[in-house]
């Protein structure tokens, strides 16, 4: 259970900060478009969406013309925008992470409708807790409205701790372990891409004209996913790419997200891995290109490039091309 929305779990009170749009107006948190939509006046909600705090937000919402309608709508209102906050790509992820706790927002300022005070006055209340029964909604909204499939670039050994490796790639590997292991948690489908090169063609090809260190040769311990993922690899799907890109992968997606459409699901592709600069940006520009209406996510913080310059160019790269680059939390 989680009983505050605050720490860790900040995210999830109505005064953190995000962007939202509601009946035509932006509002810069959860409380000031709940606080506006208390009035049916635009130029009220106006006044409300261009307060500087959410704290100031709520205290505007008291002395508003409250509509006719509003303890019939109240909770309607609070899960559109709450819908529209977690369609934030980084905030989603969030949400997701909590797994199936249940969400409460514990306080001491006596909110037993939207909550659940713990003050001395209200210890034997038992608060509806409205907020945190939304959020868990949402959540399970978004978990069974959509398939997330995790691509797992080229963690091989030759590209972390092997011949083509460096700080950045070995160091990533407990970051990348990490966000394997949550996504399997929440039910995600996990793909490991493997380079994969032979001895007797690798110099001849335009690959290895162009690097000449034998890296990858199928079966050997270099082409081996590093040790501390190999668990995962268990019931993942493995493709073995020839080059930087894979068709095969990208085939793939388009049949599953062609399956899922039919049941009414989206899909989701998420990337982490080696090297940004080369596997991993080709992959996600190839899925890209093969699926253009398909939100495609890169968790910087599970990647690593060549060198952290290139990386962070193809990370800006794949920003260019509409790409949702967030970390792993």
């Known amino acids: 259970m989680i009983e505050k929305f605050d720490g860790l779990y900040d995210f999830l009170s109505n005064f953190y900060e995000s962007k939202i749009e509601f009946e035509g107006i932006v509002y810069p948190t959860v409380e000031h478009a709940f606080q506006a939509a208390k009035t049916l006046d635009v130029n009220e909600r106006q006044n409300i969406a261009n307060l500087a705090t959410p704290s100031l937000a709520k205290r505007a919402g008291r002395s508003v013309k409250l509509r006719a309608d509003w303890e019939n709508v109240k909770d309607e209102v609070m899960l559109t925008c709450l819908r529209a906050k977690f369609a934030i790509p980084e905030l989603r992820e969030r949400l997701i992470h909590t797994g199936n706790e249940w969400l409460v927002e514990g306080n001491t300022w006596h909110d037993n409708y939207w909550g659940d005070c713990s003050c001395s006055k209200c210890v034997n209340i038992k608060g509806k807790n409205t907020l945190g029964y939304l959020l868990c909604k949402v959540r399970k909204e978004i978990v069974d409205n959509a398939e997330e499939i995790l691509v797992v670039v080229d963690m091989q050994n030759d590209f972390t701790k092997g011949i083509l490796g460096n700080d950045e790639t070995k160091d990533v590997i407990p970051t990348v ?34 690097l000449p260190v034998p890296h990858c040769f199928d079966g050997e311990k270099g082409w081996e996913i590093v040790d501390e993922l190999r668990p995962y690899v268990a019931n993942a799907i493995c493709i073995k790419k020839p080059t930087f890109g894979s068709v095969e992968l990208a085939n793939y997606l388009v049949t599953k997200e062609k399956e899922l459409a039919a049941i009414g699901k989206k899909l989701v592709v998420k990337f982490v891995g080696v090297c940004t600069d080369i596997c991993v940006v080709s992959n996600v520009m190839l899925v890209k290109a093969f699926l253009p209406e398909v939100e495609v996510v890169v968790y910087e913080n599970c990647c690593a490039g060549v060198t952290p310059e290139k990386h962070n160019a193809a990370i800006e790269t794949m920003k260019s091309c509409q790409v949702k680059v967030i970390n792993c939390e």
């Open 177 to 210: 372990a990490k966000c394997i292991k949550e996504h399997r948690a929440n039910g995600g489908k996990v793909i490991f891409t493997y380079d994969t090169h032979y001895a007797d063609t690798y110099m001849d090809s335009q690959e290895g004209r162009n």
